[in-house]
């Protein structure tokens, strides 16, 4: 990476000096992979590799900011700030792409501020979505044109059904064996683009001593968004979209007895994501007779988060807020006190109750689909000795809780699920 950056006061106005930052950046990267062989032979037991990946990408960006005072010591405005910026970026694999920034700063006096920001970011697919040449794995699945599941989808999933050549009242010759499943990368990919406003406000109260408080609402539409879908989701949407003439049908291949043979879970292009939500914030650390106590809170409450895989095709909206990738409500608190040379610390993590599936057309689809909430406690204890050398240790998920487990799904790999349950450790350091 080569980079170079000028920034500065250009002039000077009645609130404040104008302020620039302008700059280049080159940069290359590049990925080599390869597997053991016995693994790309699948002759390793739980572990199957992928082919041999080499593959490189370079970008050259420009990027040119402001900010602009516009007022000053008001009766309701002691600082409000414009800020503006654009990025130019050029690359090898995408070509070339524009972001942009406008943000409001102000603030009303010395105890609150008030923020708003609009931009129009982009973000290129990285070497693996473009390249991976893939894993290959199994899978047991339910084929949902067997006869047994042909009238559990939409309206139109018979019909579809029949327009891939699937008789009526089809019965899967070979519905016991576990069907090839490939993840890899796609090379026809493009760059997300994303619109985004947010507002919020951080209130410092003089009349607390040490407290910060802050609420952001965040909004956030992605378009031609890189995704990628679960191997049950892609043959239900093959069939229960208005045609197959959709993005799963494709990724589907069959064998000469009309069963699922190979499912490829490649990354693709959706039509569009939307999300929605509000994050919060809060800092106390107040004045002790004896040692510090600092205590934090942050957390997300998702309001909205959906895919629309074709934005000409309404009934294509695929939700995934709720599901454990995207819980409802997330928290974090942390809880820390030093005495002399001793420090202690408490963070509590909190996940809020999901949905195994939040598109689930029929209570017989999924035997249990609600998740429940799970509450994880990390202690950590240091000491500090007069030579500079410091020992901490620390429990993380000191009650040993388990990731939830759902209609026969282990969800340790998903969200932010503790999936090694209690975990010790020791840390030694020491300055010179």
């Not at 005072?69 to 600082?79: G, K, N, R, T, Y």
Request: glycine fraction near 6%.
């Amino acid at each position: 990476m080569f980079s170079a950056s000028l920034t500065g006061d250009i002039f000077e106005l009645p609130a404040g000096d104008v302020q620039f930052a302008t700059g280049y950046e080159h940069r290359e990267e590049s990925i080599k992979t390869l597997d053991d062989g016995l693994a790309r032979q699948n002759r390793l037991h739980l572990f199957r590799g992928q082919e041999p990946q080499d593959a490189d990408l370079s970008v050259d960006e420009a990027y040119l900011e402001f900010v602009i005072p516009v007022l000053s010591d008001l009766a309701v405005v002691e600082q409000l700030d414009l800020e503006a910026a654009l990025r130019y970026s050029d690359y090898d694999t995408i070509g070339s792409t524009l972001a942009s920034k406008l943000g409001i700063n102000w603030a009303v006096s010395e105890d609150l501020r008030i923020r708003f920001s609009q931009a129009t970011s982009v973000r290129a697919p990285n070497l693996s979505e473009l390249f991976s040449p893939g894993v290959t794995t199994g899978a047991f699945l339910v084929d949902p044109c067997d006869v047994s599941q042909i009238t559990l989808g939409t309206a139109t999933r018979e019909a579809n059904c029949a327009a891939l050549g699937i008789p009526d009242g089809w019965v899967d010759p070979n519905a016991a064996p576990a069907k090839e499943v490939v993840t890899g990368g796609n090379t026809n990919l493009s760059e997300e683009q994303s619109d985004s406003i947010t507002l919020g406000f951080v209130l410092t109260p003089s009349a607390v001593e040490g407290l910060t408080f802050s609420v952001d609402y965040w909004d956030i539409e992605i378009t031609d968004a890189i995704g990628s879908f679960a191997v049950n989701d892609i043959i239900q949407k093959c069939v229960d979209s208005p045609t197959i003439d959709n993005e799963f049908c494709p990724l589907i291949t069959r064998d000469n007895q009309l069963s699922l043979a190979r499912i490829d879970v490649a990354k693709i292009n959706v039509g569009r994501l939307d999300a929605r939500g509000v994050d919060f914030e809060a800092y106390y650390k107040p004045k002790l007779d004896s040692g510090e106590l600092s205590v934090s809170m942050t957390g997300s409450y998702l309001l909205d988060h959906e895919q629309l895989i074709d934005s000409n095709d309404p009934t294509s909206l695929f939700v995934t807020k709720n599901n454990p990738d995207n819980p409802e409500l997330r928290t974090n608190l942390n809880i820390s006190y030093s005495l002399d040379n001793w420090s202690y610390g408490l963070n509590t993590r909190y996940i809020g109750s999901t949905l195994l599936d939040p598109n689930v057309l029929t209570d017989e689809s999924i035997d249990t689909n609600d998740v429940p909430s799970r509450i994880y406690n990390d202690v950590v204890v240091g000491y500090t000795f007069d030579n500079e050398l410091s020992l901490t240790a620390t429990i993380t998920n000191l009650a040993d809780i388990d990731p939830p487990r759902r209609d026969g799904v282990f969800l340790g790999a998903r969200g932010s699920y503790d999936n090694v349950g209690r975990f010790i450790s020791l840390r030694a350091s020491y300055h010179f």
